[in-house]
């Protein structure tokens, strides 16, 4: 199954969504926020009680290997793991809000 997703500027849209996604029965275990900006990932997951994309998803490899990119392209492998392919991965790694 395609992973499904939305970019969220807004801390309350983002964990009322997180609310309803719960509601209509999706899992826990497939509820990720990837973020640019590390604090605010760790913000929101704080607040909603999302899952770490971390070793237990990406595998000790990627997890490895992440250590040493950008935060652009731990995004990219990120996503990657968790089902994007390659193009929509790219496309939202790019869709950073300035």
């Keep these: 199954m395609k992973p499904k ?8 849209h983002l964990c009322e969504s997180i609310d309803k996604l719960r509601k209509n029965g999706v899992r826990d275990d497939d509820i990720y926020i990837p973020a640019h900006d590390n604090d605010h990932d760790r913000r929101a997951r704080k607040k909603t009680d999302a899952n770490i994309i971390g070793v237990k998803v990406t595998g000790v490899g990627t ?7 950008g935060k652009p392209d731990k995004l990219f492998s990120k996503m990657k793991e968790i089902g994007f392919d390659q193009s929509k991965a790219q496309k939202l790694k790019s869709s950073k809000k300035n």
């Design 63 to 69: 997890a490895t290997k992440n250590i040493f990119r």
């Design 5 to 12: 997703f939305k970019i969220f500027h807004n801390d309350e």
